[in-house]
């Protein structure tokens, strides 16, 4: 759990609010490949078995490995763009990785307005990755690494850093040009966020290695259950329907409140 201070109180941070993933299975994975990978085989038979202790454990430590590759690549694609250098790494999947920064950093004319960016709003916090130009638009960008698909929350995350950037670049900007319409106007147009997505890190290796995509989510495609779907082999059917950021931010700010109930007792 993060906190930030925000004046006389601590707030959470924006990852802290939001609802975890169902990992049992990826969990139950990490078990039984500690434990393959742990026998040791003399012929046909089998020489020696790993500690099934640590094979109960074995979730914990691939995610503490996880998490330090994450800080890892962010450091990377850091160091990268504020000094609009493209690295290298003898380790492939990271090379891959700088190749694939690279490549979307030029191909969208990205220019660095601020990374590692900290946020504190009066009821939750954040560090934004990067803020930036992107062809042209103020855009923030979430770097993730993983295998398969997005996670839902990390839409929700990235609307609530949104959402609170552009209300503290409004508030600042009130105070500081107060009288001065035109020079508020311009100020806030200038640096207000438009549009956001998350730039993804691939860990799992394809035909051309490891690859790295970006996603923008002010509108994207979900499925959903049909309301008046029918069953069909034990399934309900579902429909596409089209989800907006602000859908995302709804459901963020749900969670922010839910969590100031669950573990303070204070309604907002």
Same mark, same amino acid.
């Given at each position: 759990?993060?906190?930030?201070k925000?004046?006389?109180?601590f707030?959470?941070?924006?990852?802290?609010?939001?609802?975890k993933p169902?990992l049992?299975?990826?969990a139950?994975?990490c078990?039984?490949d500690?434990?393959k990978?742990?026998?040791?085989?003399?012929g046909?038979?089998?020489?020696?078995?790993?500690d099934?202790?640590?094979a109960r454990?074995?979730f914990?430590?691939?995610?503490?490995e996880?998490?330090?590759y994450?800080t890892?690549i962010?450091?990377?694609?850091?160091y990268s763009?504020e000094?609009?250098?493209?690295?290298?790494?003898?380790?492939?999947?990271t090379?891959?990785?700088?190749?694939?920064l690279?490549?979307?950093?030029?191909k969208?004319?990205?220019?660095?307005i601020?990374?590692?960016k900290e946020?504190v709003?009066?009821?939750?916090?954040?560090r934004? &990755? +990067?803020?930036?130009?992107? #062809?042209g /638009?103020?855009?923030?960008?979430d770097?993730?690494? %993983?295998k398969?698909?997005y996670?839902d929350?990390?839409?929700?995350?990235?609307?609530?850093?949104?959402?609170?950037?552009?209300?503290?670049?409004?508030a600042?900007?009130?105070?500081?040009?107060?009288?001065?319409?035109?020079?508020?106007?311009?100020?806030?147009d200038?640096r207000?966020?438009q549009?956001h997505g998350?730039l993804?890190?691939?860990?799992?290796?394809k035909?051309?290695?490891?690859s790295?995509?970006y996603?923008?989510?002010?509108?994207?495609?979900?499925?959903?259950?049909?309301?008046?779907g029918?069953?069909?082999?034990g399934?309900v059917?579902?429909?596409?329907?089209t989800?907006t950021?602000t859908? &995302? +931010?709804?459901?963020?700010? #749900?969670? /922010?409140?839910?969590?100031?109930?669950t573990?303070t %007792?204070v309604?907002i």
């Amino acid at each position: 759990m993060r906190y930030y201070k925000n004046k006389d109180r601590f707030v959470p941070s924006g990852t802290s609010i939001l609802l975890k993933p169902y990992l049992a299975q990826w969990a139950s994975n990490c078990a039984v490949d500690y434990i393959k990978d742990g026998i040791e085989y003399c012929g046909n038979e089998v020489y020696e078995l790993p500690d099934f202790t640590k094979a109960r454990t074995a979730f914990k430590r691939e995610s503490m490995e996880a998490a330090d590759y994450g800080t890892y690549i962010h450091t990377m694609c850091q160091y990268s763009l504020e000094n609009d250098l493209e690295l290298e790494s003898p380790h492939e999947m990271t090379n891959d990785f700088m190749k694939g920064l690279w490549k979307w950093k030029e191909k969208h004319k990205v220019k660095v307005i601020c990374m590692e960016k900290e946020l504190v709003g009066e009821w939750y916090g954040g560090r934004l &990755d +990067l803020v930036c130009l992107l #062809d042209g /638009v103020v855009t923030i960008v979430d770097f993730k690494t %993983g295998k398969g698909s997005y996670y839902d929350s990390w839409k929700y995350q990235v609307s609530g850093y949104r959402a609170l950037w552009n209300k503290l670049v409004v508030a600042n900007s009130m105070a500081t040009f107060r009288g001065h319409r035109d020079k508020l106007i311009a100020y806030i147009d200038k640096r207000i966020i438009q549009t956001h997505g998350i730039l993804k890190f691939n860990k799992e290796k394809k035909t051309k290695g490891y690859s790295t995509n970006y996603k923008c989510f002010d509108e994207y495609k979900a499925t959903r259950p049909k309301v008046d779907g029918k069953r069909v082999n034990g399934k309900v059917e579902t429909e596409k329907y089209t989800r907006t950021w602000t859908d &995302d +931010l709804r459901v963020f700010n #749900d969670l /922010v409140r839910l969590w100031w109930s669950t573990n303070t %007792g204070v309604e907002i």
